[in-house]
């Protein structure tokens, strides 16, 4: 009982620290290592907790979860023009700043050559919960969709992370040959990306098809997607972490997933509690007393990763698709370093001896890149003119459908009713209201002008509102200069079975559309 009272109060401290957090400008992950800190066996509260196993088995499990949200989350209609610069980034931009860092801490710090590249492994990947709370905290979109690209980047790097950090393991533990070393890395890769996509693509299909009996269960079978994700890839030597993100990413992005709006919701707040349970565990299975001793090569490694091997990666990935030089150096900047390093430093610790004390090594990196560059990167992204006013961040993840200024009204049919028997092109609707769902023995359908309607249908008005309704799934089409639609009516564009546009919205106004309307440039087209 005194165990759960004390879980309870760390928790309502969480909630009051992301408040004051956000208030001062500090990122909220932060303050959860703060609070650990202060409930460790250096702080305040004087909680004794070094197991390292336990904190590697809990630790795994939340990253599981925050890779599978990673992906689940990414819009990847926003996504795509920037894919390709993206997946570079969490790929040979990692490699790039493993091997830099790799050098400066030999060199520098003279470090023996194993340790200072399992250290650059260690700090190679951005990290994703960090950049996704900043974006989100502040509502910060950034120009030429950099913040889907920084989405991305930071959601897939830590697989090829994971796999630089094993490969270094295997390396100080001696015996690692090149062959067994490509092995390894071939192996990881090909059955991540094998598993990934066969459970991605059975998910889908039994998700597209599944209606579950009891409220709550689609919630729980796409948790068991999420940990299977992960599982059956590493039980084989996959890449797990690589197979959860890939799930993720097609789950995620399902257009006709059956109550997605509520996965949404779920998978947001179990992916908070995740963060704050990872980061604050990391702060309470730290020992500040240590941290001095590795302030002065943790401080410098720290800055010649932001000014330097940070950089050096992106400039050699983003210049040859001759991407503007603020968005380099804004996504140089946004590089975060961040939970999974810290995991990862606890995989090591784990595995390896070592002559520096890894574990605050990487600790006190992490602590010195969420508070300053965490910290300073809305107002870098300001003084580089990179901010877009005009878009909404919300919109690169994929919960859209929360904000779209619809409310739904249910109307019911019954065998008096002066609709009987008629088709809906023959009866007249209320002003700016359209039917978008028709409810028939249980059954859900899309209607149109010549469907008919019997007695005791239930049909679903739409109208402009910023309410929502569950069942509906929403989500958008962009008329720009090249489009194919650009100038058609809405009535010769051909439509795909079970779909409805539902709203255009153009410049400020919302249109409720008919056949009739023309497509113009910058139109906005919602779809059910």
Known sequence: MTYLLIVSLIIFACVLLSRISGKLGIPILLSFIVLGMLFGSDGIFKIHFDDYSFAENICSVALIFIMFYGGFGTNVRYAKNVAVRAVLLSTVGVLVTFAVTGVFCHFALRMNPVESFLIGALISSTDAASVFSILRSKKLNLKYNTASMLEIESGSNDPCAYMLTATMIAIAKGGASVNGIA????????????????????????LKKARFSIAGFDMIFVVGIALAGYAIPQAFGGNGYLSVYIVGIVIGNMKDIYNKRNLVNFFDGTTGLMQVLIFFLLGLLSFPSRIPA?????LLTGLFIMVVARPIAVFLVML????????????????????????????????????????????FIVLFSILFQGSLLPFVARKLGMIDTKADVMKTFNDYAEEVPVQFIQVDIPKEHTWC????????????????????NGENIIPNGDTLLLPEDTLILSAISPEQVDGITLSEIVIDEGSRYLGKK????????????VMIMRNDSIVIPNGSISLEEGDTIVVI
Do not use: M, W
């Open 421 to 440: 028997n008629r088709k809906i092109k023959d009866i007249i609707l209320p002003p700016q209201t359209l039917i978008v769902l028709l409810k028939r």
């Open 294 to 298: 590795v302030i002065g090569p943790a």
């Open 320 to 363: 040859p698709f001759k991407s503007k030089l603020k968005q380099i150096l804004l996504v140089a900047f946004a590089g975060l370093r961040g939970a999974s390093s810290i995991v990862f430093a606890i995989f090591a610790v784990l595995s390896v001896n070592t002559d520096n004390d890894i574990f605050h090594f990487v600790f």
């Open 183 to 206: 092995i390894l890395i071939v192996r990881q890769v090909f059955l991540g990306l094998l598993f990934g996509g066969i459970i991605a693509v059975v998910s889908y299909f039994i």
């Open 490 to 501: 809405l009535s010769e564009i051909p439509k795909k079975e079970g779909s409805l546009v």
